[in-house]
């Protein structure tokens, strides 16, 4: 019922301009059915061909998912620290100067992070030593 104007910027686009259609009068007389003749075509035979052979590549082997994190045993100081709003992973390891960096604290706690990626306000995490 909008014409283009349902699709502004793919008639502009396209260069194509046109209003609303305007909703037929019941007072307009529909056009009879006229019946057309069916054209008479010969018909002709198309000759059979085969598809050009393709070379398809042996399947590879699919990648491997990538490894679960397996952490090693990681000695404990016993000292914790409790996570605040901003901090991440890497933060808490600069800030608190631990050998090994991030990975090492997200090593150290694994039954508390299961994405290093993702630490929440009030985790305490084990600092390791």
């Known amino acids: 019922g909008q014409g283009w104007g349902a699709w502004p910027a793919c008639s502009a686009k396209l260069g194509l301009r046109g209003g609303a259609v305007a909703p037929q009068s019941a007072s307009v007389?529909?056009?009879?059915?006229?019946?057309?003749?069916?054209?008479k075509v010969p018909a002709t035979k198309v000759p059979a061909t085969k598809a050009p052979a393709?070379?398809?590549p042996a399947a590879k082997a699919p990648k491997a998912a990538p490894a679960a994190r397996h952490a090693a045993a990681v000695a404990l100081s016993g000292k914790t620290y409790t996570v605040k709003s901003g901090d991440s992973l890497s933060?808490?390891?600069?800030?608190?100067?631990?050998a090994g960096g991030w990975q090492q604290l997200a090593d150290a706690n694994t039954a508390t992070i299961s994405n290093p990626n993702l630490v929440?306000?009030?985790?305490v995490l084990q600092l390791p030593a």
Not at 29 to 39: I, L, Q, S
Not at 91 to 98: D, E, P, R, T, Y
């Open 54 to 56: 393709t070379k398809v």
């Open 91 to 98: 933060k808490i390891a600069a800030q608190l100067g631990i």
């Open 29 to 39: 007389a529909p056009v009879p059915a006229t019946k057309v003749p069916a054209a």
């Open 120 to 123: 929440f306000p009030g985790q």
